[in-house]
Protein backbone atom coordinates (compact mmCIF):
# COMPACT_ATOMS: atom_id res chain seq x y z
CA UNK A 1 0.00 0.00 0.00
CA UNK A 2 1.43 3.47 -0.77
CA UNK A 3 0.65 5.95 2.13
CA UNK A 4 0.27 9.58 0.40
CA UNK A 5 1.62 12.52 1.58
CA UNK A 6 -0.67 15.71 2.30
CA UNK A 7 -0.38 18.47 -0.48
CA UNK A 8 2.14 21.11 0.44
CA UNK A 9 0.70 24.56 1.47
CA UNK A 10 0.53 27.43 -1.80
CA UNK A 11 3.60 28.95 -1.73
CA UNK A 12 2.85 32.74 -1.53
CA UNK A 13 0.88 31.47 1.33
CA UNK A 14 4.24 29.87 3.29
CA UNK A 15 6.71 32.81 2.19
CA UNK A 16 4.38 35.96 3.83
CA UNK A 17 3.76 33.39 6.87
CA UNK A 18 7.66 33.17 7.11
CA UNK A 19 8.39 36.70 6.30
CA UNK A 20 5.67 37.67 9.22
CA UNK A 21 7.50 35.64 11.83
CA UNK A 22 10.92 36.73 10.28
CA UNK A 23 9.51 40.56 11.47
CA UNK A 24 7.97 39.17 14.74
CA UNK A 25 11.37 38.27 15.80
CA UNK A 26 13.12 40.89 14.56
CA UNK A 27 10.65 43.31 16.21
CA UNK A 28 11.03 41.30 19.75
CA UNK A 29 15.33 41.17 19.58
CA UNK A 30 14.74 45.01 19.18
CA UNK A 31 12.68 45.34 22.00
CA UNK A 32 15.21 43.84 24.01
CA UNK A 33 17.76 46.14 22.96
CA UNK A 34 18.83 48.73 25.66
CA UNK A 35 16.15 46.67 28.31
CA UNK A 36 18.38 46.65 31.90
CA UNK A 37 16.76 42.89 32.29
CA UNK A 38 19.67 42.14 34.59
CA UNK A 39 19.79 45.36 36.83
CA UNK A 40 17.44 44.06 39.40
CA UNK A 41 17.75 45.67 43.28
CA UNK A 42 20.32 43.29 45.22
CA UNK A 43 17.80 42.92 47.72
CA UNK A 44 14.76 41.53 45.38
CA UNK A 45 14.01 38.05 46.34
CA UNK A 46 14.15 39.64 49.79
CA UNK A 47 11.86 42.09 49.33
CA UNK A 48 9.80 39.05 47.12
CA UNK A 49 9.73 37.12 50.10
CA UNK A 50 8.97 40.21 52.77
CA UNK A 51 5.89 40.58 50.91
CA UNK A 52 4.73 37.09 49.98
CA UNK A 53 5.06 36.60 54.00
CA UNK A 54 2.83 39.97 54.43
CA UNK A 55 0.23 38.78 51.67
CA UNK A 56 0.15 35.51 54.38
CA UNK A 57 -0.02 37.24 57.80
CA UNK A 58 -2.23 40.05 57.22
CA UNK A 59 -2.33 43.21 58.96
CA UNK A 60 -6.03 42.09 60.49
CA UNK A 61 -6.10 44.89 62.99
CA UNK A 62 -5.98 47.40 60.58
CA UNK A 63 -9.77 45.90 58.47
CA UNK A 64 -11.55 48.28 61.07
CA UNK A 65 -10.18 50.77 63.35
CA UNK A 66 -13.22 53.28 63.58
CA UNK A 67 -11.00 56.18 62.78
CA UNK A 68 -11.76 56.70 59.04
CA UNK A 69 -8.93 55.72 57.44
CA UNK A 70 -9.51 51.97 58.10
CA UNK A 71 -9.72 49.56 55.37
CA UNK A 72 -13.62 49.36 55.40
CA UNK A 73 -13.91 53.10 55.41
CA UNK A 74 -11.26 53.73 52.26
CA UNK A 75 -12.75 50.91 50.82
CA UNK A 76 -16.07 51.79 50.66
CA UNK A 77 -14.80 55.69 49.97
CA UNK A 78 -13.25 54.12 46.85
CA UNK A 79 -16.58 52.85 45.57
CA UNK A 80 -18.33 55.64 46.16
CA UNK A 81 -15.78 57.79 44.06
CA UNK A 82 -16.31 55.01 40.92
CA UNK A 83 -19.97 55.54 41.30
CA UNK A 84 -20.29 59.00 41.30
CA UNK A 85 -17.73 59.49 38.92
CA UNK A 86 -19.31 56.80 36.64
CA UNK A 87 -22.84 58.34 37.48
CA UNK A 88 -21.29 62.30 36.56
CA UNK A 89 -19.78 60.85 33.10
CA UNK A 90 -22.67 59.06 32.12
CA UNK A 91 -25.02 62.06 32.47
CA UNK A 92 -21.89 63.97 30.25
CA UNK A 93 -21.68 61.10 27.55
CA UNK A 94 -24.94 61.12 26.59
CA UNK A 95 -24.88 64.67 24.47
CA UNK A 96 -21.38 63.16 23.42
CA UNK A 97 -23.02 60.04 22.25
CA UNK A 98 -25.68 61.80 19.93
CA UNK A 99 -22.73 63.55 18.11
CA UNK A 100 -20.77 60.93 17.84
CA UNK A 101 -23.16 58.35 16.54
CA UNK A 102 -22.89 57.83 13.18
CA UNK A 103 -26.36 57.75 11.87
CA UNK A 104 -27.64 58.15 8.52
CA UNK A 105 -29.55 61.81 9.18
CA UNK A 106 -26.28 63.44 10.10
CA UNK A 107 -23.24 65.27 8.46
CA UNK A 108 -20.42 62.36 8.67
CA UNK A 109 -18.17 65.22 9.25
CA UNK A 110 -19.90 66.20 12.52
CA UNK A 111 -19.74 62.34 14.05
CA UNK A 112 -16.32 61.71 12.88
CA UNK A 113 -15.44 64.97 14.31
CA UNK A 114 -17.34 63.78 17.65
CA UNK A 115 -15.24 60.52 17.91
CA UNK A 116 -11.96 61.77 17.26
CA UNK A 117 -12.71 63.98 20.75
CA UNK A 118 -13.78 61.17 22.33
CA UNK A 119 -10.84 59.15 21.11
CA UNK A 120 -8.50 62.50 22.63
CA UNK A 121 -10.43 61.96 25.77
CA UNK A 122 -9.82 58.02 26.61
CA UNK A 123 -6.12 58.64 25.68
CA UNK A 124 -5.64 61.59 28.22
CA UNK A 125 -3.69 59.97 30.95
CA UNK A 126 -6.41 59.60 33.99
CA UNK A 127 -3.47 60.37 36.13
CA UNK A 128 -2.50 63.86 34.40
CA UNK A 129 -6.20 64.93 34.84
CA UNK A 130 -6.25 64.13 38.57
CA UNK A 131 -3.68 65.77 39.06
CA UNK A 132 -5.05 69.46 37.25
CA UNK A 133 -8.25 68.84 39.25
CA UNK A 134 -6.07 68.23 42.02
CA UNK A 135 -5.07 72.06 42.00
CA UNK A 136 -8.33 73.07 41.18
CA UNK A 137 -10.23 71.25 44.02
CA UNK A 138 -7.59 70.43 46.65
CA UNK A 139 -6.26 66.82 47.10
CA UNK A 140 -8.88 64.26 48.07
CA UNK A 141 -11.75 62.06 46.80
CA UNK A 142 -13.61 65.00 45.23
CA UNK A 143 -10.39 65.23 42.60
CA UNK A 144 -10.94 61.38 42.31
CA UNK A 145 -15.00 61.77 41.43
CA UNK A 146 -14.11 64.38 38.64
CA UNK A 147 -11.23 62.53 37.43
CA UNK A 148 -13.26 59.36 37.15
CA UNK A 149 -16.38 61.21 35.41
CA UNK A 150 -14.15 63.03 32.83
CA UNK A 151 -11.87 60.32 31.74
CA UNK A 152 -15.05 57.78 31.98
CA UNK A 153 -16.81 59.95 28.91
CA UNK A 154 -14.09 59.07 26.38
CA UNK A 155 -15.23 55.16 26.39
CA UNK A 156 -18.79 55.12 27.95
CA UNK A 157 -19.70 58.37 24.96
CA UNK A 158 -18.57 55.64 22.70
CA UNK A 159 -20.26 52.73 23.31
CA UNK A 160 -23.34 54.59 23.81
CA UNK A 161 -22.79 55.96 20.54
CA UNK A 162 -22.14 52.50 19.03
CA UNK A 163 -25.66 51.46 20.70
CA UNK A 164 -27.14 54.40 18.90
CA UNK A 165 -25.73 53.35 15.78
CA UNK A 166 -26.80 49.87 15.86
CA UNK A 167 -30.32 50.77 16.92
CA UNK A 168 -33.18 48.91 15.14
CA UNK A 169 -34.60 51.53 12.61
CA UNK A 170 -38.01 49.86 12.41
CA UNK A 171 -39.67 50.51 15.81
CA UNK A 172 -39.62 53.99 14.79
CA UNK A 173 -40.82 53.85 11.72
CA UNK A 174 -43.88 52.10 12.84
CA UNK A 175 -44.38 54.56 15.62
CA UNK A 176 -44.44 57.82 12.89
CA UNK A 177 -46.81 55.11 10.25
CA UNK A 178 -48.96 55.23 12.98
CA UNK A 179 -49.36 59.06 13.11
CA UNK A 180 -46.56 59.68 16.07
CA UNK A 181 -44.41 62.69 15.83
CA UNK A 182 -40.62 63.05 16.50
CA UNK A 183 -41.46 63.49 20.70
CA UNK A 184 -43.51 59.98 20.16
CA UNK A 185 -40.40 58.28 18.14
CA UNK A 186 -38.14 59.20 20.66
CA UNK A 187 -40.15 58.05 23.61
CA UNK A 188 -41.82 55.20 22.71
CA UNK A 189 -38.93 53.90 20.10
CA UNK A 190 -35.44 54.46 20.63
CA UNK A 191 -35.41 55.26 24.78
CA UNK A 192 -36.97 51.91 25.30
CA UNK A 193 -34.11 50.46 22.52
CA UNK A 194 -31.52 52.15 24.32
CA UNK A 195 -31.90 52.12 27.92
CA UNK A 196 -31.42 48.60 28.60
CA UNK A 197 -27.93 49.59 26.18
CA UNK A 198 -26.84 52.34 28.46
CA UNK A 199 -27.33 50.85 31.86
CA UNK A 200 -25.49 47.90 30.89
CA UNK A 201 -22.61 49.71 29.44
CA UNK A 202 -22.21 52.03 32.57
CA UNK A 203 -22.38 49.12 34.82
CA UNK A 204 -19.48 47.80 32.76
CA UNK A 205 -17.52 51.21 32.67
CA UNK A 206 -18.38 51.09 36.73
CA UNK A 207 -16.24 47.98 37.03
CA UNK A 208 -13.31 49.80 35.28
CA UNK A 209 -13.88 53.07 37.46
CA UNK A 210 -13.61 50.88 40.49
CA UNK A 211 -9.48 49.94 39.38
CA UNK A 212 -9.44 53.39 38.43
CA UNK A 213 -10.76 54.36 41.81
CA UNK A 214 -8.87 52.64 43.65
CA UNK A 215 -5.48 53.06 42.07
CA UNK A 216 -6.27 57.39 42.04
CA UNK A 217 -5.17 57.83 45.95
CA UNK A 218 -1.65 56.90 44.82
CA UNK A 219 -1.65 60.54 43.73
CA UNK A 220 -3.67 61.76 46.80
CA UNK A 221 -7.67 61.44 44.57
CA UNK A 222 -8.99 59.72 47.76
CA UNK A 223 -9.80 56.11 48.23
CA UNK A 224 -7.91 53.04 49.03
CA UNK A 225 -4.54 53.94 47.20
CA UNK A 226 -3.77 56.86 49.76
CA UNK A 227 -2.63 54.53 52.70
CA UNK A 228 -1.92 51.44 50.01
CA UNK A 229 1.00 54.11 48.34
CA UNK A 230 2.07 55.15 52.14
CA UNK A 231 2.02 51.35 53.34
CA UNK A 232 4.18 50.43 50.46
CA UNK A 233 6.96 53.00 51.22
CA UNK A 234 6.81 52.43 54.37
CA UNK A 235 7.41 48.56 53.49
CA UNK A 236 4.78 47.41 56.21
CA UNK A 237 4.06 44.37 54.12
CA UNK A 238 1.72 43.31 56.72
CA UNK A 239 -0.44 45.97 55.77
CA UNK A 240 0.02 46.13 51.73
CA UNK A 241 -1.18 42.27 52.25
CA UNK A 242 -4.43 42.94 53.78
CA UNK A 243 -5.17 46.52 51.35
CA UNK A 244 -4.33 43.95 48.53
CA UNK A 245 -6.93 41.16 50.17
CA UNK A 246 -9.30 43.87 50.46
CA UNK A 247 -8.92 45.45 46.70
CA UNK A 248 -9.36 41.93 45.02
CA UNK A 249 -12.20 41.24 47.36
CA UNK A 250 -14.00 44.34 46.27
CA UNK A 251 -13.26 44.46 43.19
CA UNK A 252 -14.82 40.74 42.80
CA UNK A 253 -17.47 41.31 44.65
CA UNK A 254 -18.04 44.70 42.67
CA UNK A 255 -17.44 42.50 38.84
CA UNK A 256 -20.54 39.50 40.01
CA UNK A 257 -22.99 41.64 41.50
CA UNK A 258 -22.78 43.81 38.43
CA UNK A 259 -22.40 40.70 35.88
CA UNK A 260 -25.47 39.83 37.58
CA UNK A 261 -27.40 42.65 36.40
CA UNK A 262 -26.07 43.19 33.01
CA UNK A 263 -26.73 39.34 32.26
CA UNK A 264 -30.39 40.16 33.38
CA UNK A 265 -30.53 43.69 31.05
CA UNK A 266 -29.23 42.33 28.00
CA UNK B 1 -62.42 50.65 21.37
CA UNK B 2 -59.60 48.00 22.36
CA UNK B 3 -57.88 49.12 25.45
CA UNK B 4 -54.03 48.42 25.71
CA UNK B 5 -53.24 45.78 28.53
CA UNK B 6 -51.57 47.06 32.04
CA UNK B 7 -47.73 46.72 32.64
CA UNK B 8 -47.79 45.16 35.63
CA UNK B 9 -46.55 46.73 38.78
CA UNK B 10 -42.19 46.74 38.21
CA UNK B 11 -41.14 47.11 41.81
CA UNK B 12 -37.96 45.67 40.44
CA UNK B 13 -37.21 49.01 38.79
CA UNK B 14 -38.36 51.27 41.78
CA UNK B 15 -36.07 49.31 43.74
CA UNK B 16 -32.98 50.19 41.66
CA UNK B 17 -34.03 53.81 41.82
CA UNK B 18 -34.10 54.21 45.62
CA UNK B 19 -30.71 52.13 45.16
CA UNK B 20 -29.13 54.82 42.90
CA UNK B 21 -30.44 57.85 44.86
CA UNK B 22 -29.09 56.63 48.22
CA UNK B 23 -26.18 55.74 46.44
CA UNK B 24 -25.93 59.29 44.87
CA UNK B 25 -26.47 61.04 48.33
CA UNK B 26 -24.09 58.69 50.15
CA UNK B 27 -20.98 58.67 47.96
CA UNK B 28 -21.48 62.44 47.42
CA UNK B 29 -21.05 62.88 51.56
CA UNK B 30 -18.14 60.38 51.52
CA UNK B 31 -16.36 62.08 48.82
CA UNK B 32 -16.83 65.67 49.84
CA UNK B 33 -18.52 66.08 46.19
CA UNK B 34 -19.11 69.64 45.70
CA UNK B 35 -19.78 70.51 42.42
CA UNK B 36 -20.61 74.36 42.82
CA UNK B 37 -16.85 74.47 44.75
CA UNK B 38 -15.34 73.07 41.36
CA UNK B 39 -17.32 75.49 39.02
CA UNK B 40 -16.23 78.06 41.23
CA UNK B 41 -12.56 77.00 41.06
CA UNK B 42 -13.15 76.14 37.27
CA UNK B 43 -10.62 78.84 36.26
CA UNK B 44 -7.45 76.74 38.10
CA UNK B 45 -8.15 74.06 36.01
CA UNK B 46 -8.92 76.20 32.93
CA UNK B 47 -5.23 78.20 33.14
CA UNK B 48 -3.65 74.72 33.68
CA UNK B 49 -5.40 73.70 30.60
CA UNK B 50 -4.02 76.38 28.80
CA UNK B 51 -1.18 75.77 29.08
CA UNK B 52 -1.21 72.08 27.81
CA UNK B 53 -2.26 73.79 24.93
CA UNK B 54 1.15 75.57 24.34
CA UNK B 55 3.30 72.78 24.49
CA UNK B 56 6.92 73.50 24.59
CA UNK B 57 8.21 72.13 21.25
CA UNK B 58 11.52 72.24 22.19
CA UNK B 59 11.45 69.41 24.39
CA UNK B 60 10.51 66.90 21.76
CA UNK B 61 13.80 66.06 21.52
CA UNK B 62 14.14 64.59 24.77
CA UNK B 63 10.95 62.93 24.95
CA UNK B 64 11.76 60.97 22.11
CA UNK B 65 14.08 58.13 23.61
CA UNK B 66 11.76 57.55 26.75
CA UNK B 67 8.97 57.17 24.28
CA UNK B 68 10.72 54.33 22.75
CA UNK B 69 11.37 52.92 25.35
CA UNK B 70 7.48 52.64 25.97
CA UNK B 71 6.66 50.94 23.52
CA UNK B 72 9.51 48.58 24.23
CA UNK B 73 8.12 47.82 27.24
CA UNK B 74 4.31 47.27 25.90
CA UNK B 75 5.96 44.90 23.17
CA UNK B 76 7.82 43.01 25.85
CA UNK B 77 4.78 42.87 28.31
CA UNK B 78 2.72 41.89 25.85
CA UNK B 79 4.44 38.74 24.08
CA UNK B 80 5.91 37.22 27.48
CA UNK B 81 1.94 38.09 28.81
CA UNK B 82 0.94 35.96 26.22
CA UNK B 83 2.91 33.36 25.96
CA UNK B 84 2.59 32.38 29.71
CA UNK B 85 -1.01 33.05 28.86
CA UNK B 86 -0.92 30.14 26.11
CA UNK B 87 -0.97 26.92 28.22
CA UNK B 88 -2.63 28.10 30.92
CA UNK B 89 -5.22 28.75 29.10
CA UNK B 90 -5.30 25.70 28.07
CA UNK B 91 -4.92 24.58 31.17
CA UNK B 92 -8.21 26.17 31.97
CA UNK B 93 -10.37 25.23 29.07
CA UNK B 94 -13.11 22.89 30.17
CA UNK B 95 -13.12 21.11 26.70
CA UNK B 96 -9.15 20.13 26.95
CA UNK B 97 -8.82 19.34 30.99
CA UNK B 98 -11.57 17.74 32.28
CA UNK B 99 -10.57 17.71 36.30
CA UNK B 100 -13.05 19.80 37.74
CA UNK B 101 -10.61 20.89 40.60
CA UNK B 102 -8.07 21.50 38.51
CA UNK B 103 -9.59 24.21 36.11
CA UNK B 104 -11.46 25.96 39.12
CA UNK B 105 -8.65 26.05 41.41
CA UNK B 106 -5.93 27.83 38.38
CA UNK B 107 -9.12 30.07 36.73
CA UNK B 108 -9.85 31.19 40.32
CA UNK B 109 -5.71 32.22 40.23
CA UNK B 110 -6.67 34.06 36.78
CA UNK B 111 -9.70 35.83 37.87
CA UNK B 112 -7.54 36.93 41.51
CA UNK B 113 -4.74 38.55 38.97
CA UNK B 114 -7.56 40.16 36.67
CA UNK B 115 -8.40 41.94 39.42
CA UNK B 116 -5.26 44.06 40.27
CA UNK B 117 -4.98 46.94 38.62
CA UNK B 118 -1.87 47.75 36.24
CA UNK B 119 -0.49 50.78 38.10
CA UNK B 120 -1.08 48.86 41.92
CA UNK B 121 0.86 45.85 40.00
CA UNK B 122 3.51 48.77 38.58
CA UNK B 123 3.61 50.40 42.33
CA UNK B 124 4.26 46.61 43.86
CA UNK B 125 6.84 45.75 41.37
CA UNK B 126 8.99 49.12 41.59
CA UNK B 127 9.21 48.39 45.42
CA UNK B 128 10.63 44.68 44.67
CA UNK B 129 12.79 45.53 41.49
CA UNK B 130 13.66 48.82 41.43
CA UNK B 131 13.16 51.82 39.53
CA UNK B 132 13.27 51.32 35.88
CA UNK B 133 11.72 49.76 33.13
CA UNK B 134 12.02 45.84 34.18
CA UNK B 135 9.15 46.97 36.55
CA UNK B 136 7.20 48.03 33.97
CA UNK B 137 7.55 45.42 31.73
CA UNK B 138 6.88 42.65 34.34
CA UNK B 139 3.93 44.89 35.46
CA UNK B 140 2.70 44.79 32.01
CA UNK B 141 3.76 41.21 31.38
CA UNK B 142 1.14 40.42 34.62
CA UNK B 143 -1.58 42.78 32.94
CA UNK B 144 -1.36 40.96 30.01
CA UNK B 145 -1.35 37.52 31.36
CA UNK B 146 -4.37 38.08 33.37
CA UNK B 147 -6.61 40.07 30.20
CA UNK B 148 -5.70 37.68 27.56
CA UNK B 149 -5.30 34.51 29.60
CA UNK B 150 -9.32 35.09 29.63
CA UNK B 151 -9.64 35.16 25.92
CA UNK B 152 -7.83 32.73 25.27
CA UNK B 153 -9.67 30.22 27.43
CA UNK B 154 -13.19 31.05 26.24
CA UNK B 155 -11.92 31.54 22.57
CA UNK B 156 -10.56 27.62 23.37
CA UNK B 157 -13.80 26.50 24.68
CA UNK B 158 -16.42 27.51 21.80
CA UNK B 159 -14.20 25.86 19.42
CA UNK B 160 -15.68 22.50 16.85
CA UNK B 161 -15.46 19.24 18.80
CA UNK B 162 -15.77 17.94 15.30
CA UNK B 163 -11.40 18.10 14.77
CA UNK B 164 -10.87 16.93 17.82
CA UNK B 165 -12.59 13.68 17.90
CA UNK B 166 -11.89 12.66 14.85
CA UNK B 167 -7.99 13.18 15.66
CA UNK B 168 -8.84 11.38 18.65
CA UNK B 169 -10.56 8.08 16.90
CA UNK B 170 -7.42 7.99 14.96
CA UNK B 171 -5.49 7.16 18.16
CA UNK B 172 -3.70 10.73 19.01
CA UNK B 173 -2.46 12.04 22.17
CA UNK B 174 -2.97 15.12 24.12
CA UNK B 175 -0.24 16.99 22.31
CA UNK B 176 -1.61 16.04 18.89
CA UNK B 177 -5.15 17.18 19.60
CA UNK B 178 -3.88 20.84 20.82
CA UNK B 179 -1.24 20.82 17.73
CA UNK B 180 -3.84 19.64 14.85
CA UNK B 181 -7.20 20.20 15.87
CA UNK B 182 -7.06 23.12 18.67
CA UNK B 183 -4.55 25.49 17.73
CA UNK B 184 -5.24 25.65 14.09
CA UNK B 185 -8.76 26.93 14.78
CA UNK B 186 -7.51 29.66 17.83
CA UNK B 187 -4.53 31.02 16.10
CA UNK B 188 -6.31 33.86 14.30
CA UNK B 189 -8.14 34.40 17.33
CA UNK B 190 -5.33 34.73 19.81
CA UNK B 191 -3.08 36.95 17.44
CA UNK B 192 -5.94 39.59 17.50
CA UNK B 193 -6.11 39.30 21.39
CA UNK B 194 -2.35 39.71 21.82
CA UNK B 195 -2.34 42.72 19.46
CA UNK B 196 -5.58 44.13 21.30
CA UNK B 197 -3.84 43.87 24.80
CA UNK B 198 -1.07 45.47 22.70
CA UNK B 199 -3.28 48.21 21.74
CA UNK B 200 -4.25 48.68 25.96
CA UNK B 201 -0.53 47.73 27.20
CA UNK B 202 0.62 51.08 24.43
CA UNK B 203 -1.47 53.38 26.96
CA UNK B 204 -0.72 51.50 30.02
CA UNK B 205 2.80 52.08 29.69
CA UNK B 206 2.79 55.89 28.96
CA UNK B 207 1.63 56.00 32.82
CA UNK B 208 3.53 53.53 34.19
CA UNK B 209 6.06 55.88 34.29
CA UNK B 210 4.72 57.84 36.88
CA UNK B 211 5.89 55.38 39.70
CA UNK B 212 9.02 54.76 39.00
CA UNK B 213 8.11 51.81 36.25
CA UNK B 214 10.52 53.87 32.95
CA UNK B 215 9.31 55.00 29.99
CA UNK B 216 7.78 58.35 28.93
CA UNK B 217 5.93 58.25 32.38
CA UNK B 218 8.94 59.53 34.21
CA UNK B 219 9.24 62.25 32.53
CA UNK B 220 5.40 63.25 32.71
CA UNK B 221 6.02 62.94 36.20
CA UNK B 222 8.77 65.50 36.45
CA UNK B 223 7.47 67.59 34.05
CA UNK B 224 4.05 67.69 36.78
CA UNK B 225 6.27 68.01 39.67
CA UNK B 226 8.00 71.16 38.19
CA UNK B 227 5.10 72.47 37.17
CA UNK B 228 5.90 72.39 33.50
CA UNK B 229 2.64 72.23 32.05
CA UNK B 230 3.86 73.08 28.23
CA UNK B 231 5.83 70.13 28.45
CA UNK B 232 3.26 67.58 29.95
CA UNK B 233 0.83 69.05 27.08
CA UNK B 234 3.35 67.92 24.51
CA UNK B 235 3.76 64.77 26.17
CA UNK B 236 -0.01 63.88 26.10
CA UNK B 237 0.02 65.28 22.52
CA UNK B 238 3.32 63.02 21.60
CA UNK B 239 1.37 60.03 23.37
CA UNK B 240 -1.71 60.70 21.59
CA UNK B 241 -0.17 60.71 18.03
CA UNK B 242 1.56 57.30 19.22
CA UNK B 243 -1.85 55.36 20.18
CA UNK B 244 -3.25 56.75 17.05
CA UNK B 245 -0.67 55.37 14.94
CA UNK B 246 -0.48 52.31 16.59
CA UNK B 247 -4.29 51.68 16.89
CA UNK B 248 -4.72 52.49 13.19
CA UNK B 249 -1.87 49.59 12.28
CA UNK B 250 -2.99 47.30 14.86
CA UNK B 251 -6.61 47.45 13.63
CA UNK B 252 -5.46 47.04 9.98
CA UNK B 253 -2.88 44.15 10.76
CA UNK B 254 -6.14 42.46 12.88
CA UNK B 255 -8.67 43.02 9.69
CA UNK B 256 -5.95 41.50 7.49
CA UNK B 257 -6.25 38.05 9.71
CA UNK B 258 -9.98 37.64 10.40
Same mark, same amino acid.
Given at each position: ?????????????????????????????????????????????????????????????????????????????????????? &?????????????????????????????????????????????? &????????? &???????????? @???????????????????????????????????????????????????????????????????????????????????????????? @????????????????????? | ????????????????????????????????? !??????????????? %??????? =????????? =????????????????????? %????????????? !????????????????????????????????????????????????????? %???????????????????????????????????? !????????????? !????????????????????????????? =????????????????? =????????????
Amino acid at each position: MKTSTLPDAPRAGRLKKWALWIVLILVIAWSFTGMPLLQIKDNAVEVAGAMFSGLIHPDWGYVWTGDGEDLVSTLLQTIAIAFIGT &FISAIISLPFAFWAANTKHKNWLVSRSGKIILTAIRTFPEIVLALM &FIKAVGPGA &FAGVLAVGVHSV @GMLAKLFSEAIENMDGGAGESVIAAGGNRLDVTMLASFPQLLPEFVSNTLYRFELAIRSASILGIIGAGGIGTPLIFAISARAWNRVGIILL @GIILMVTLVDYVSGAIRKRLV | MAELPKKPFAWQKWVLGVVMVVGLIVSAQATGT !NLPMFFQNFGQFTII %FQQMLAP =DWSYTAYVI =DPLIETIKMAILGTIIGSVLA %FPYALLVARNIVT !NKWVVGIFRFILNVIRTIPDLLLAAIFVAIVGIGPVAGVITLAIFTFGMVGKL %FYEAVETIDEGPIEAIKAAGAGKLEIIRFAVIPQVS !NYFVSYVLYAFEI !NVRASTVLGYLGAGGIGVFLQRALSQFRY =DRVGLMVLVIFVVVLVI =DYVSGKLREALI
